[in-house]
């Protein structure tokens, strides 16, 4: 008899087809209860809406399921497994108590209508965690209503266009400096603002003098990130909200960093009038995939009268309500109250931090980012040398001699067992490595991945090839993204 | 570490803000809480959220039965704690798994393409009208009355500083768009027509008819689809050009309103103007199968200003939940599933009948139905209240002219008792007078 031992991606494990392909007739994984009401005439209930065809839905047993989707699962890198360095992404530990409080009955079955009188436990949660989030930020009011970051900064943007409209002198433009993220100028775009490209100085800050230049009646709000993109804490930040103040302007902060800051400074004691927060990355929710995120917005009080519909407050008796009857309101941005499933979880987390905890989070988030920078420093190209808050950002400009760039360095790093960091953002630094490390992160994982970016870097100088190819390890190779997007195949159909 | 980095103290780090704006209070946050007492304090807040009530609410957002090997599989960590597919090579399972949602999406709704998910129906229903607009090179917009009235108010929002104008179209007695009105909306300068089908009053829509006004001078149909289940016994509006659904039916909790699925599908020819994540299938370098991310020009770190849509973060893990539903149901679960559900309001409209008018009767209908009672409907949903039923959803917010009508629901979860008790208890509305001390206990209950 012939033995032959078989590759690991012949196994089955890793060879799991589409649900489609091991669909047969007759198979099924559900079981209705007997009816107990009389059975109905379809046809004469629809007439020509009843349904006939169901194309190629698929038709699979249970433990069809669970193995598909378990080994499915095994192809993906997750926090779980290991340290995942994104910057601006803040891949941090998902508590499970924020998953299995989310999951108690009357949270988790709550219908968004049904009466105020048996809804007060969902209100009330929903209050403590806008009182925790306005003390954090140092706003005054916010709206938990955005279902995440890019909704919030058009939500954000929304209230800086009634608020200017109010004051009788609409503007036309939003400064977005050159180290923010996609989604600012694509917000602004949406609420129907021009976007005017503020430029950075040479140590990674907004320039001030531009500002200046730049600054005018027209200009409706600047959207800042801080700390910015770079990991820099705009130092100058009271004179970037003196000098847009000064002018009429107002300050939108982006809070995807806010990671650096809670506990230690609030936004708005350094005059921030709206920003908007990501309980998907600053309040440790699960990032799941690429969704669900929450953008709750927090604003100054001179926003206030334009939040979107409706605000909750409290009664005389105590009892909490939602207000509708809000006619400077920018109106709904979302149909209920927000990705409430996400608040569940974000006060959990702050409830198992409390105080000290969360500023021990902040404290640790920069510690461990300051700790990869200088154990980085040197083997690869800093191009500012800006201090460093959560996330720290290098170039492969040492590396580009050798033809190697910044994705390449990504992919090799998956051999080594992380996932990639931010790969050529922001864009001010060409071939931009960003890593963020949270304080999630030991020291013995740190030190493992900082052996691994210095290993990868010698291994450029020694057997750049390698690096080119890389990964190496993972079920699939480099994968052809061209080719996926100059004849899109976005669905299965079954072979003819 | 600190002495890794050459400092002292942890202080130093943060040296580069300046100090007038470091806190030096704790944060007003409550104090540090054991596992147990977060437990306990959402258990608390669990009892005073309606735990243990029987619903007639539907609106938008349906109590369906959730197949227990939903949360099995999303509470994988793999699922759970995995960022944003972006690189390919270690995230297979997620690309895989929205490829096949994007498939199933396009089974059951007759589209040729859907994306990896929107926040919601509300907003994928405004982002689709939105597609519409940049399709065309038109503004104008015309929906129907019978279209959710929050995803009316949330179009409105996105609208405003786009330019573009929006009117409303009416209903008829059937509860279905007024046709001929609609016909007088409709001009050159209308971009998109945008209804729902079951709409708001569950009644489905002539879908057909209203596809051909629309394409007759130009313009585009979009038909938004909030109870996803209805997938399984009613024909889709294969006419749309555009389908903003929400999938909340499908295996997502409600969750007191989220988050929920929302999800946009299309004709091919229109997806590269489609905003969110679109997952494609392509090869790796040994030609095996892989699936990537694609057409990401449309997106806006790419294209940042000029972006389709400034979306980003997605539905993801709540897409998820949808697929393993569909994959559980399939081709013939979603359909005897959809039928049980038609029964029971077959059977609720019957009894309904009976005690209350029920207005909207000429059209065919999946799991809502509207009754008008002579009595004030909040006065009897605080009857229905005290024995732990919630009944319907009273509309003279949303419909001022509809007076004492309710919005009630039925699902396959819903008890031929619990529907008697609730009739029973509707019939009483004759014989109640009630007292004054009562009409101050109707008000709390009121929205």
Redesign the interface.
């Known amino acids: 008899m012939k033995h032959e031992t078989r590759k690991a991606t012949l196994h089955v494990n890793q060879n799991e087809g589409l649900i489609f392909e091991k669909s047969s007739a007759g198979k099924a994984a559900w079981k209705l209860p007997p009816l107990d009401v009389p059975e109905v005439d379809t046809a004469k209930l629809l007439g020509s809406s009843e349904r006939k065809d169901f194309g190629n839905m698929p038709e699979v047993s249970e433990i069809e399921i669970i193995r598909h989707f378990t080994r499915l699962s095994t192809w993906n890198y997750a926090i779980d497994l290991g340290m995942y360095p994104l910057g601006s992404c803040t891949m941090k530990y998902n508590p499970r108590v924020n998953e299995a409080v989310a999951r108690v009955e009357g949270i988790a079955n709550g219908h968004p209508y049904q009466p105020e009188k048996i809804s007060q436990g969902a209100l009330q949660i929903l209050k403590t965690l806008s009182e925790c989030l306005i003390d954090i930020t140092g706003m005054d009011a916010i709206t938990m209503q955005p279902a995440a970051g890019a909704h919030g900064e058009m939500t954000g943007l929304l209230m800086v266009r009634a608020y200017h409209h109010s004051k009788g002198r609409p503007r036309k433009k939003i400064l977005i400096p050159d180290s923010a993220h996609g989604t600012n100028p694509a917000t602004a775009a949406m609420v129907d603002y021009a976007v005017e490209n503020l430029k950075s100085d040479s140590r990674g800050m907004v320039d001030i003098a531009a500002l200046e230049a730049q600054m005018n009646e027209d200009v409706a709000a600047l959207m800042l990130t801080n700390p910015n993109t770079l990991g820099v804490f705009e130092q100058q930040i009271h004179k970037i909200a003196d000098i847009l103040h000064a002018k009429g302007g107002l300050l939108y902060m982006d809070g995807a960093n806010m990671n650096a800051l809670v506990g230690k400074v609030r936004p708005g004691d350094f005059g921030v009038d709206v920003m908007h927060l990501n309980l998907h990355k600053t309040f440790s929710t699960p990032h799941g995939g690429g969704g669900p995120g929450s953008g709750p917005v927090a604003i100054k009080k001179i926003l206030e009268p334009f939040l979107p519909t409706p605000v909750l407050v409290t009664k005389a008796d105590g009892a909490l309500t939602f207000n509708y009857d809000r006619p400077q309101s920018v109106g709904r941005v979302r149909a209920f109250y927000g990705n409430f499933g996400m608040f569940v979880r974000a006060l959990a987390y702050i409830q198992a931090n409390g105080p000290d905890g969360l500023r021990q989070t902040t404290e640790d988030a920069v510690l461990n980012a300051n700790y990869i920078r200088k154990g980085l420093e040197g083997t690869y190209d800093l191009p500012y040398s800006t201090p460093t808050m959560h996330e720290v950002v290098f170039s492969d400009k040492l590396q580009a001699k050798k033809g190697v760039r910044t994705m390449d360095i990504a992919k090799r790093l998956i051999d080594y067992g992380f996932h990639p960091y931010t790969t050529a953002f922001p864009l001010i630094v060409p071939g931009a490595l960003m890593i963020e490390p949270t304080e999630s992160e030991s020291k013995e994982e740190m030190d493992l991945f900082v052996e691994a970016m210095k290993s990868i870097a010698q291994e450029v100088e020694e057997d750049p090839q390698t690096v080119l190819d890389a990964p190496h390890s993972t079920r699939v190779s480099r994968l052809d993204e061209t080719a996926a997007a100059r004849k899109p195949v976005l669905r299965w159909k079954p072979a003819v | 570490?600190?002495k890794?980095?050459?400092?002292r103290s942890?202080d130093e780090?943060?040296?580069?803000?300046?100090a007038e704006?470091?806190?030096s209070r704790?944060?007003?946050?409550?104090?540090?809480?054991a596992?147990s007492?977060?437990?306990d304090?959402?258990?608390?807040?669990?009892?005073?959220?309606?735990?243990?009530?029987t619903?007639f609410?539907g609106?938008?957002?349906y109590?369906h039965y959730r197949?227990v090997?939903i949360?099995?599989?999303?509470?994988?960590?793999?699922?759970?704690?995995?960022?944003?597919?972006y690189?390919?090579?270690?995230?297979?399972?997620?690309l895989?798994?929205i490829?096949?949602f994007?498939?199933?999406i396009?089974?059951?709704t007759?589209m040729?393409?859907?994306n990896?998910?929107m926040?919601?129906?509300?907003?994928a229903a405004a982002e689709a009208v939105m597609m519409a607009v940049r399709l065309t090179g038109r503004r104008s917009v015309v929906v129907a009355k019978s279209l959710?009235p929050?995803?009316r108010?949330?179009l409105?929002?996105?609208a405003?500083?786009?330019?573009m104008p929006l009117s409303v179209a009416g209903f008829g007695a059937d509860g279905r768009v007024n046709v001929s009105e609609l016909e007088k909306l409709i001009t050159a300068e209308t971009a998109a027509v945008l209804i729902q089908s079951p709409n708001f009053f569950g009644t489905?829509e002539n879908v057909a008819a209203i596809a051909d006004l629309a394409h007759k001078n130009g313009a585009m149909l979009v038909v938004s689809i909030a109870e996803a289940v209805s997938?399984?016994?009613?024909?889709?509006p294969r006419e749309a050009d555009v389908i903003a659904m929400e999938a909340q039916s499908f295996g997502v909790?409600?969750?007191?309103?989220?988050?929920y699925c929302g999800v946009i599908a299309t004709r091919e020819k229109y997806?590269r103007q489609m905003p969110g994540?679109?997952?494609?299938?392509?090869?790796?370098?040994?030609g095996?199968r892989?699936?990537?991310l694609?057409?990401?020009?449309r997106?806006?770190?790419?294209?940042?200003?000029?972006?389709t849509?400034?979306?980003?973060?997605?539905?993801?893990?709540?897409?998820?939940m949808v697929n393993?539903f569909?994959?559980?149901?399939?081709?013939?679960?979603?359909?005897?599933?959809a039928?049980?559900n038609?029964?029971?309001t077959?059977?609720a409209t019957g009894q309904f009948a009976k005690h209350g008018k029920l207005l909207f009767a000429g059209a065919?209908r999946f799991n809502e139905f509207v009754v008008d009672t002579g009595e004030d409907p909040k006065a009897i949903?605080h009857r229905l209240?005290e024995r732990k039923i919630?009944g319907g959803?009273p509309l003279k917010k949303f419909y001022p002219e509809l007076g004492n009508a309710a919005l009630w629901c039925c699902t396959?979860l819903t008890?031929?008792?619990s529907?008697d008790t609730a009739v029973g208890l509707v019939a009483e509305s004759d014989g109640v007078k009630r007292s004054a001390n009562e009409d101050a206990a109707v008000e709390?209950?009121?929205?």
Do not use: W
């Not at chain 2, 405003?160 to 330019?163: D, F, I, L, P």
């Not at chain 2, 997938?231 to 889709?236: D, M």
């Open positions: 570490m600190l890794a980095i050459g400092l942890v780090l943060f040296a580069p803000i300046p704006y470091r806190l704790d944060l007003k946050v409550p104090r540090q809480m596992e007492e977060i437990v304090y959402f258990r608390q807040r669990s009892r005073e959220n309606g735990e243990g009530y619903s609410l609106a938008g957002a109590a197949p090997i949360d099995s599989l999303i509470s994988r960590g793999e699922f759970l704690t995995a960022y944003t597919p690189q390919a090579e270690i995230s297979q399972g997620t895989q798994s490829f096949e994007q498939t199933m396009c089974e059951l007759g040729e393409v859907a990896a998910s926040y919601d129906g509300s907003t959710h929050e995803y108010e949330v409105a929002t996105y405003t500083h786009q330019g489905i997938l399984g016994i009613v024909e889709p909790p409600l969750g007191f309103g989220g988050p997806v994540r679109l997952v494609g299938q392509t090869v790796d370098k040994q095996r892989g699936f990537v694609t057409l990401a020009t997106e806006q770190h790419i294209r940042r200003e000029k972006a849509s400034n979306i980003c973060t997605n539905q993801a893990l709540v897409a998820l393993i569909m994959t559980v149901y399939g081709k013939v679960g979603l359909k005897e599933l039928k049980q038609l029964a029971k077959a059977y065919p949903n209240l919630v959803l396959e008890t031929r008792s529907i709390e209950v009121a929205r």
